[in-house]
């Protein structure tokens, strides 16, 4: 079994870099909370639309707060206890590809895998937001299904390997 160094591909660039970024505002998922009202349950939080609100803001509600403020987390669903640690993943995976465009370290299978542990997470979350609204469709993995798509596209080869070795 070879060191991290014996992968063959290359570090990220900018490309790859810039996709793993920008994940991190790609939403889990969307809810209709109401008449034109939506709620975006994004990697790092909640933006919801408040149309019939007086001030017809968007709000933001962060992850820490979320669970900061509210109930205590062991009375919490569980699919939404994984809500931080996707959140770490996604935010693990982006400091890797950074540091592979621009410092040319990194080890594109732990990127890799980091997002598909974020993208398994994020569908573990809208899944579970979805089946407390009524069907598990009712929330679809819209995260999930894009972090996928970019670590296939970017990091496949590389994942690839690591489970062929």
């Not at 919490?76 to 995976?93: G, K």
């Amino acid at each position: 079994m070879g060191d991290a160094t014996s992968d063959p591909t290359p570090p990220s660039g900018r490309l790859a870099a810039a996709a793993t970024l920008a994940l991190l505002f790609v939403p889990v998922t969307a809810l209709r909370a109401g008449a034109g009202d939506y709620t975006l349950l994004m990697p790092w939080g909640f933006l919801n639309t408040a149309p019939l609100a007086p001030d017809r803001s968007i709000h933001v509600y962060t992850v820490a707060s979320y669970f900061l403020d509210g109930p205590p987390v062991a009375a919490l669903p569980r699919s939404i206890t994984v809500w931080p640690v996707a959140l770490a993943c996604h935010l693990l995976a982006a400091g890797s590809a950074v540091a592979g465009a621009l410092f040319g370290r990194e080890d594109r299978r732990v990127t890799g895998g980091l997002l598909v542990l974020a993208a398994v997470g994020s569908a573990w979350v809208a899944v579970g937001v979805g089946a407390r609204g009524g069907s598990p469709l009712a929330a679809p993995p819209l995260g999930a299904a894009v972090t996928l798509g970019v670590a296939a596209a970017f990091y496949g080869p590389a994942l690839r390997r690591a489970v062929a070795r």
